[in-house]
């Protein structure tokens, strides 16, 4: 089945600048990867997502890359803030039948104002 | 329009005890699927469903079973608790399928003693 690699488990960045999170998957099937924002004692929330036939996709000031051959897909956040701060799960699915979908184990993004 | 709902939101069972929950999806969603939340596996697909039929399943164990009524709402229900059973049980629903927005549910948080 599929695995779903998630790095770094934790970061912290000062606020303004830059982070970056990157899962990796093994199951060149796998071909749509959302991303999920979860807020402590909140529910996660869906806040981007990609499918396999585009290779970057934006959303003001998230984006999410995505390179199939390497079988890797990035969050990208510019400019954090405070708000940003949370949990966030990559996760991987296909369109096969029976078809699962696989999280990664999460990062906790601390953004220090 | 109102959100996912769960009831119920918290539980306390004993090992050996069955539980039953149950999800209510956003109006006009079909898809609902179920995960469990545990701080040490993560978030875990158990499986979803579509116009009262089980079409995914996760790894789990077949004392985790489900079922979907025609009018989408669902339940979940465990049997012969154990210990580690203990997790946060979250409902999402989607307008079709797990690659549609999943929308979540608060959870149901079950305790097993």
């Known amino acids: 089945g599929e695995n779903v690699e998630q790095h770094p488990s934790t970061l912290s960045v000062q606020e303004g600048d830059s982070a970056v999170i990157k899962c990796t998957y093994s199951?060149?099937?796998?071909?749509?990867f959302p991303w999920y924002k979860q807020e402590l004692g909140k529910r996660p929330q869906l806040i981007i997502d990609i499918r396999s036939n585009v290779g970057e996709k934006k959303d003001q000031r998230i984006a999410v890359t995505l390179n199939k051959t390497a079988k890797h897909f990035s969050l990208h956040i510019t400019e954090t803030q405070p708000e940003d701060s949370a949990v966030y799960f990559c996760?991987?699915?296909?369109?096969?039948?029976?078809?699962?979908?696989?999280f990664g184990t999460g990062t906790s993004l601390t953004v220090i104002p | 329009k109102a959100g996912v709902t769960q009831t119920p939101r918290y539980l306390i069972k004993t090992r050996g005890q069955q539980v039953t929950l149950s999800c209510s999806p956003i109006s006009g969603h079909r898809s609902v699927s179920w995960y469990q939340q545990t701080p040490g596996q993560g978030l875990q697909f158990l499986f979803e469903?579509?116009?009262?039929?089980?079409?995914n399943k996760g790894n789990f164990p077949g004392r985790f079973s489900g079922r979907q009524f025609s009018n989408s709402r669902s339940e979940m229900n465990v049997s012969t608790l154990e210990l580690g059973d203990s997790a946060l049980y979250l409902c999402?629903?989607?307008?079709?399928?797990?690659?549609?927005?999943?929308?979540f549910g608060p959870g149901t948080r079950l305790t097993v003693l």
């Open positions: 469903y579509f116009s009262e039929t089980q079409r």
């Open positions: 199951d060149s099937a796998s071909n749509y």
């Open positions: 996760a991987a699915t296909t369109t096969n039948t029976g078809n699962q979908f696989y």
């Open positions: 999402a629903s989607s307008l079709y399928d797990i690659q549609n927005e999943q929308f």
